[in-house]
RNA sequence: UCCUCGGUAGCUCAGCGGUAGAGCAUGCGGCUGUUAACCGCAGGGUCGUAGGUUCAAAUCCUACCCGGGGAGCCA
């Protein structure tokens, strides 16, 4: 007999029918009489291991019988194409070792709670479900690496300790440095202009901190951004530099995470269809589409959309309920999961329900010059299949370096790019000011700091040129790109408002 | 800061005035192809905390603590 080759999960399709060894952890075991099927992980994969009585040693089969959820091993077998199991390989196993026999695992193979689940954050990651979402990420992460690299872009890192508070909206974390008070970054953009000064083109990809106190699922105060800076690009080569990126990103995403995403059971036709063709929607355009007859006509289907669908669900629980004395223990624990699931869903509804007018009316009320809340992005976005570019809003709102449309100066020359699906902002970004005099009058206006930018007035004195730029939030473009509910689980160690373990 | 929902077994939840329940997990037993396997038995609880109403409180009331979601703000 030959000896076992040393492989991973991943690459079991370059060993069928031949022998190999495997060192992972037990994910889950179901048995009967002289069988053991256990399901292993290694990192890289699910492969369902079969140990049977007959075929294996006194030794082998202990171990196996003793290990326990999450107990490493090491074990060596006959590879099998499986089409039926995990991964699409099965090993018939000829020895095994138990490394060491876990304790009671808290994390089952049942549903468990948010709360419960973050707090168990360090072993949850061994989850399938985590597994898919975070090797999406590393693929996203990649695609923007090979994107920008591809195209002379220089990666360059911005500091994360700053003196400066480059948007005076936002709010920083503030800590005490050698006597004085620093910042942690909110944002690489003041120093990635000047290293587009020096090096034409460059990106920085790296974290960033926002101390705001916000409670939902498309915050983090510590997240990733990838921010691109180039020298003489205009407004409308910054949307198509977006646009590219993204559409980069999703096809490679389609392209190599196709295990990752049918975990994730996620509708691939959205994202076969955002990879092109973004429309550039300016911030007239969307206030007149968040004010129009259809958006209130979307907003009044959705509603009864969901009556009907709250109606129909609460019948099915009701029949099933009526039904529950009679059924068999099997159905009845189907029956009790399936109430879990609708009874979830019914939460949503009603949210969504209470939610929605409320939506209405404000875009109703919308005026020009206002900003886009998060529902009022929401409603836009359903009236395209794909991401969208809106461009030129009111300055009032916008950030203090952005530059004046020379055509009208009521707006900024900024953009946000839109994901669809209700994922909403995911970039945000545009051309900067570039005249000394307007910059300096502007960081009056916005009641900073002078002396802090000192620096960046510099950039406008030698050599100043058109340019542009934006920011990608990394998390929620994984959440997006992954379909989620929240972006806390596009990351490995989320840091929210109270949360800071593990 | 405000609005809203929740806290019952290790986990997920049901119970919503009258002796504390189920599934999963754990332990033991059964089953030679299982797919959150299945079947049987067992152990496991100051019902978030503190007051109050009541003959009787997990259940009703008040306050507080903790968590989820949302608003504002943002990537």
Known sequence: MSTPVYTTIYHLKDHEGGLVTLKGWLY????????????????????????????????????????????????????????????????????????????????????????????????????????????????????????????????????????????????????????????????????????????????????????????????????????????????????????????????????????????????????????????????????????????????????????????SLSSELAKGKSEYGQAKKWEKKKFDSRELEINRRLAEIEEDRRNLPAWLASATAFEWGNDFGGSDETLITWHFDRPIIVHRFPHEFKAFYMKRDPEDDRVALGMDVLAPEGYGEIVGGGERATDLAFLEAQVKKHGLPEEAFTWYFDLRRYGSVTHSGFGLGLERTVTWICGLHHLRETIPFARTLDRLYP
């Open 28 to 311: 889950n075991k179901r048995s009967s009489k002289g069988l053991h099927f256990l399901v292993v992980r290694d990192g890289s994969g699910l492969c369902q291991c079969v140990v049977s009585q007959e075929l294996v040693d006194e030794a082998a089969w202990n171990g196996a019988d003793e290990a326990t959820q999450e107990s490493s091993m090491e074990l060596s077998g006959s590879v099998r194409k499986d089409e039926k199991q995990v991964g699409g390989y099965e090993i018939q196993v000829n020895s095994l070792r138990l490394i060491h026999k876990a304790e009671e695992y808290p994390i089952t193979p049942k549903e468990h709670g948010v709360d419960f689940l973050m707090n168990h954050r360090h072993l949850w990651l061994r989850s399938q479900r985590q597994w898919a979402i975070l090797r999406v990420r590393n693929s996203v992460i990649m695609s923007i690496h090979h994107f920008y690299q591809e195209r002379g872009f220089v990666q360059m890192d911005a500091p994360i300790l700053t003196g400066t508070a480059v948007e005076g909206t936002s709010t920083l974390f503030e800590m005490e440095y050698f006597g004085r008070s620093a910042y942690l970054t909110q944002s690489g953009q003041l120093h990635g202009e000047a290293m587009a000064m020096a090096f034409g083109k460059i990106y920085t990809f790296g974290p960033t901190f926002r101390a705001e106190k916000s409670k939902t699922r498309r915050h983090l105060t510590e997240f990733w951004m990838i921010e691109p800076e180039m020298a003489f690009y205009d407004l409308d080569m910054a949307m198509q530099l977006a646009e590219d990126m993204l559409g980069r990103i999703v096809s490679d995403a389609l392209k190599n995470c196709q295990a990752e995403l049918e975990i994730l059971e996620r509708d691939l036709e959205p994202l076969k269809r955002s990879i092109s063709g973004y429309p550039r929607v300016s911030y007239d355009d969307a206030v007149d589409i968040l004010k129009s007859d259809k958006t209130a006509q979307m907003v009044k289907d959705k509603l009864a959309g969901l009556d009907l669908e709250g109606a």
